[in-house]
Nanobody, 126 residues
Framework: QQQLVESGGGLVQAGGSLRLSCATSGLTFSRLTMAWFRQAPGKEREFVAAMTWIGSPPNTNYADSVKGRFTISRDNAKNTVYLQMNSLKPEDTAVYYC?????????????????WGQGTQVTVSS
């Protein structure tokens, strides 16, 4: 059974940091493009970052709103993708979702991703 399980969310003050993890099972992780999306209350789900398995280092893509603050990484030995979030702002408050697909493009289109986690809440206080 394919599963994506996020962890690492929580409450943090503005300017602080969090690291999210997404552990996968039932999928060939080394051939997955992994991504993070987020959804704030009353808003649509939006793209945060993506990383494919191609390239050395692997190709990445970031939303403009998080460039320079967030870093996506992966550990193929642990079947896990991470999102390091620094300099957090109140507007980063959202449920963060991990997503995966087997195609290599680091697209920001949520419809292109086939597998999703349940989400983890990130709350940034001002």
């Amino acid at each position: 059974q394919q599963q994506l399980v996020e962890s690492g969310g929580g409450l943090v003050q503005a300017g602080g940091s969090l690291r999210l993890s997404c552990a996968t099972s039932g999928l060939t992780f080394s051939r997955l493009t992994m991504a993070w999306f987020r959804q704030a209350p009353g808003k649509e789900r939006e793209f945060v970052a993506a990383m494919t398995w191609i390239g050395s280092p692997p190709n990445t893509n970031y939303a403009d709103s998080v460039k320079g603050r967030f870093t996506i990484s992966r550990d193929n030995a642990k079947n896990t993708v991470y999102l390091q979030m620094n300099s957090l702002k109140p507007e980063d408050t959202a449920v963060y979702y991990c997503a995966a697909k087997f195609r290599s493009a680091t697209t920001d289109d949520a419809n292109q991703y086939d597998y999703w986690g349940q989400g983890t809440q990130v709350t940034v206080s001002s």
